[in-house]
């Protein structure tokens, strides 16, 4: 008896057996089953059967695949197995360029088709080679084809090579599309990339990637298991996603890390990318505009404008150049603990050789920090350590960041940047004042409210909450308005939007790092509404109740005119 485990065709020996009670004179087939209750005939499976003369194989194994796993790994797989000791001779395999042969050749233990080979000398990233095979038989004793020889190459692949590229985050209601979350990879490279021991990181959930090769240029669709066959109509389609509802609505964090552990592309995706209402609602992927800004965020995303709701496996339908030519900025500092401080930049930082110590200085004596890193995969923020709590409070505070911070593009700054933070005050009864709100926002636009701050004390709004108080006067809701943290200094401004851009597109502001994106802004009504600041023990700061009834009503449309 003989078994191929894989389902192929490479069978190897099992087991032998001879049935004295019959001679070589009868010679017929058949099957007999014995079975209980328990074990009924349900429990008993056949596949094909076959009676006559023995089959000689007299095919000669050719090479089906040539995968290179790394610059010391190359897996060999044929179109059946291979006979043990061949497999297993180093010198029935050679690399040109001074590789040779290699240190190791492993037949694997599931699939005789499949060797395994490892070197001693690796690869060169982007070099081209040759492999060349000799006296490989199969399980009959048929040679290889003579000479047999395969071309490769290897590459080492770099940050942005391979993107995430395309985001149905909610498939639900379908347009045209399978009903499905999915997410799209694209190799903007010029090479192919071995995918086996990627990994899919989404929120906290890690997501292995199987061996496969992405061409060049080429996309992949990554699913649940429970997707691929609806999928695969679209491109190849990889049972990644562990989770069908893995991709949240709202937003979440995707991390593509390479086999050493490298993020290769990380993207932090919200519902506010799609810059349409009715789109966000459902049925629509996220498309990213240009792979050549794969940090643009906001500014380089939005949904699909495909009749089918999106393009998986496919060019995005909002392709176009869309490239980042603007340098990093510094939006804001807050301090978390009382030594430790984190900065915001406006776009992710490239260059980790930058982030040290002495490129961060501190006024009023304080100096360097004792240590600066990313904060986990956001390299949008940055960690910065102080030997001891020495800040005061009351004191306004100025952080100057050495030139040469570089975004995803290259885009270098060529002079420091500055921005101020403080410890903040206790936020009681008229700390700020709400002086302006637009509660019937443009077409596209954001609804805001903008705070000012007539005192002489520093605020942190992560120490107020904007509260929903019913008719009575109680708080039926809380929604955070920064959980890292943002000042209010003294005679200044804050405007609290759900999207920046939904302000600065239909509005002049020229001082746009004054605009806080709320991580869930509430819904104001177009016509009236009651809006309320709290602090920690839930005192009012202020409380402004408005109607539609306080604009000029002169005015043509109420739409995007704000009360102040």
């Not at 000799?134 to 399980?139: H, R, Y």
């Not at 669709?221 to 562990?242: D, F, T």
């Not at 050549?292 to 699909?304: L, R």
């Not at 020495?390 to 700054?413: E, H, L, Q, S």
Request: charged fraction near 15%; proline fraction near 5%; aromatic fraction near 12%.
């Amino acid at each position: 008896m003989y078994a191929d485990y894989v389902g192929g065709s490479a069978f190897v020996l099992q087991a032998t057996a001879n049935d004295l009670n019959f001679n070589d004179s009868i010679v017929f087939m058949g099957v007999v089953c014995k079975y209980s209750s328990t074990y009924g005939t349900s429990k008993f499976f056949f596949d094909d059967f076959y009676t006559g003369p023995v089959r000689i194989d007299t095919i000669q194994p050719t090479l089906q695949q040539l995968n290179v796993l790394d610059s010391l790994h190359i897996d060999l797989l044929f179109t059946e197995g291979i006979s043990l000791s061949d497999a297993q001779n180093v010198n029935n395999y050679v690399v040109n360029n001074n590789i040779g042969v290699p240190a190791t050749a492993v037949r694997d233990n599931m699939n005789a088709a499949l060797i395994h080979l490892t070197f001693a000398n690796p690869f060169v990233s982007g070099q081209p080679y040759t492999i060349a095979f000799f006296n490989l038989q199969d399980l009959a004793g048929n040679q290889i084809p003579q000479p047999l020889a395969e071309n490769f190459m290897w590459y080492y692949v770099q940050p942005f090579d391979v993107q995430i590229n395309e985001i149905m985050a909610d498939p639900s209601p379908s347009v045209q599309l399978p009903e499905y979350e999915y997410l799209e990879l694209y190799n903007r490279s010029s090479y192919p990339i071995q995918l086996k021991d990627w990994t899919l990181t989404i929120g906290t959930t890690v997501n292995p990637l199987p061996s496969y090769q992405l061409p060049a240029n080429g996309y992949v669709i990554l699913c649940h298991s429970s997707a691929v066959s609806a999928l695969s109509a679209y491109g190849v389609a990889l049972p990644v996603i562990s989770s069908t509802t893995a991709l949240t609505n709202s937003g979440t964090s995707l991390n593509l890390k390479s086999n050493d552990g490298r993020t290769i592309h990380y993207v932090y995706y919200s519902d506010n990318w799609y810059q349409s209402s009715f789109k966000a609602n459902g049925g629509w992927s996220l498309e990213q505009i240009d792979p050549m800004n794969p940090c643009g965020e906001a500014a380089n995303w939005i949904a699909s404008t495909n009749v089918k709701g999106g393009t998986p496996g496919a060019q995005n339908s909002v392709y176009r150049s869309n490239l980042d030519v603007q340098k990093p900025d510094l939006l804001r500092a807050a301090l978390i603990e009382p030594d430790t401080l984190i900065l915001t930049f406006s776009e992710t930082i490239l260059d980790n050789q930058w982030l040290v110590p002495t490129n961060f200085t501190v006024d009023h004596g304080v100096g360097n920090p004792i240590s600066a890193s990313f904060i986990n995969n956001d390299q949008k923020k940055v960690l910065l350590v102080f030997q001891q709590a020495g800040f005061i409070k009351d004191t306004v505070y100025t952080i100057t960041v050495a030139a040469g911070v570089k975004d995803c593009a290259g885009n270098t700054t060529n002079s420091s940047l500055t921005t101020s933070f403080a410890i903040g005050d206790s936020v009681v009864a008229g700390s700020f004042i709400i002086n302006e709100v637009l509660f019937y926002e443009n077409t596209g636009g954001s609804d805001y409210v903008e705070l000012y701050n007539p005192t002489q004390h520093t605020y942190n709004l992560k120490d107020v909450k904007w509260a929903k108080v019913d008719d009575t006067g109680q708080i039926s809701d809380l929604y955070e308005i920064t959980s890292e943290g943002f000042y209010l200094f003294p005679n200044d401004y804050v405007v609290l939007a759900k999207s920046s851009k939904g302000v600065t597109s239909f509005y002049s502001t020229p001082f746009p790092k004054k605009i806080l994106e709320m991580p869930s802004f509430p819904a104001l009504s177009s016509t009236s509404g009651r809006i309320t600041f709290v602090n920690k023990s839930f005192e009012f700061i202020d409380d402004f109740s408005y109607t539609d009834g306080m604009h000029f009503q002169l005015l043509n449309s109420f739409k995007g005119v704000a009360l102040e």
